[in-house]
């Protein structure tokens, strides 16, 4: 559910008429809804016994305003950089609620880390686990991890957003999970707390979830045997959301938490959740107006001015996005085809191909909905188009969380060599 609805003939965000925010803020821009957000969150946190710590991952959203309205609730965060990390705790999320995971932490990341007393780092490989104790022992510093591992089960999803198979750069191979944990016992500055596990992302069957945690709780087991303090188990994100209305939703958080809960309460565990899309995919949009309908010789082109740069998702997944009219169309409106496409000059540059939507004309607002997650975060100045700009709606308040950066601002980003001075 989501609080961007139709009143009056527009398009809302909560309280906020869409058409008169455009006219304010200019377009493209990404609105965002509190609302939205914390039923989003609540929902998922209810869903999982009292004292699991469910941490907003940063990258589907890394808005500070976004993580201080979650952090606000008690939602703690999963990072994958420094930059994240400082976000994160510029959000007020303190330093006890956040999980460190990614394939490449640096040295220096590490330190930030330690320093910000962060709950755990999920460690991906060996050659991490060694660099990790030595930060951590050069300062007197004890690191609490969780290894990633890597269950090689297919969560059939998209081959971009897989990460639990044995293809994929993530995790420990599960062949060598015990001898990673028997390496980290003997580190110093390392201490184990538990196990960490993520096999994608938009997963729409809880199946290869429960495949997965069911192995976990296996080695687990053997984690325990072996001598190893198994207190914590992290089950990473992805759980999917509909972005295909009348589609057959994704399972609801409620069937997710009590299969998570059943599958691996015999350990007593902490559970640990890094949700990203459910909680802000659909708690964002972005407004864009068309510029021209352009007839092509076998298409019609609705040229908005939002581009690929701005959401790359359907140019890099072929994500399905709806697009809607922020004026509402009447329902006998006549329909027709359109390519929506953005002014990038890439071909890839595409938001829907042939959908049919409501007549369009130049100067017309259209919302494409469920950019939330994945959609700013992405954005890029490609074209050199600055991005669009984020605004934050709360009842009928309203709030730039992210400006437009001017032109000026872009070209003073860079710098002239002496040698081409003057
Ligand atoms: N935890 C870890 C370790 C992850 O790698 C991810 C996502 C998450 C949590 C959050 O997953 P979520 O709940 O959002 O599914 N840019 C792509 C998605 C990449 C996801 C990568 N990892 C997209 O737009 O679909």
């Known amino acids: 559910m989501n609080h961007f609805s139709y009143s009056g003939g527009v398009l809302h965000a909560e309280a906020v008429d869409l058409d008169a925010l455009a006219e304010k803020v200019g377009t493209p821009f990404y609105c965002y809804s509190t609302a939205t957000l914390e039923r989003h969150y609540r929902v998922f946190a209810d869903s999982f016994p009292k004292g699991t710590l469910v941490a907003f991952s940063v990258k589907a959203n890394g808005n500070i305003a976004v993580l201080k309205t979650l952090g606000r609730l008690g939602a703690g965060a999963d990072v994958v950089s420094g930059g994240e990390l400082k976000k994160a705790l510029h959000a007020g999320i303190p330093g006890e609620r956040i999980v460190f995971s990614g394939v490449g932490k640096s040295r220096a990341e590490m330190k930030l880390a330690l320093d910000a007393r962060i709950y755990q780092f999920n460690v991906e490989s060996e050659p991490e686990l060694e660099a990790l104790s030595e930060v951590a022992s050069a300062t007197g510093a004890t690191a609490p991890i969780t290894i990633r591992v890597n269950p090689d089960v297919d969560a059939g999803t998209h081959a971009k957003i897989t990460t639990g198979t044995a293809e994929t750069k993530f995790g420990v191979p599960w062949s060598r999970a015990r001898s990673a944990y028997a390496l980290a016992a003997k580190l110093k500055g390392i201490q184990i707390v538990g196990i960490d596990v993520h096999i994608g992302s938009q997963i729409v069957d809880l199946q ?56 691996t309460q015999a350990l007593g565990c902490q559970l640990i959740l890094e949700p990203g899309r459910l909680i802000a995919a659909n708690a964002g ?135 081409l001075a003057g």
């Open 208 to 263: 290869p979830f429960e495949t997965a945690f069911g192995k976990v709780v296996e080695l687990a087991a053997r984690l325990r045997a072996d001598g190893h303090t198994i207190a914590r188990l992290d089950l990473g994100g992805g759980l999917g959301v509909p972005y295909i209305q009348n589609n057959e939703p994704p399972p609801d958080p409620s069937a997710y938490g009590k299969m998570a809960t059943r599958v």
């Open 285 to 419: 949009i972005l407004v864009t107006r068309v510029l021209y309908i352009k007839q092509g010789e076998r298409k019609t082109f609705a040229i908005v001015d939002a581009g690929m740069n701005d959401l790359i998702r359907p140019a890099l997944y072929d994500s399905h996005h709806e697009i809607v009219r922020i004026n509402e169309p009447s329902p006998d409106a006549a329909r027709q085809r359109y390519d929506v496409v953005g002014p990038v000059c890439e071909t890839s540059d595409i938001f829907a191909a042939d959908r049919e939507l409501p007549q369009l004309k130049s100067g017309d607002l259209v919302a494409i909905l469920t950019a939330g997650a994945y959609g700013a975060v992405m954005s890029s100045a490609y074209n050199a188009r600055p991005p669009a700009p984020e605004v934050l709606v709360k009842g009928e308040l309203w709030s730039v969380v992210r400006p437009r950066t001017d032109d000026d601002a872009l070209l003073g980003s860079e710098r002239i060599p002496d040698w």
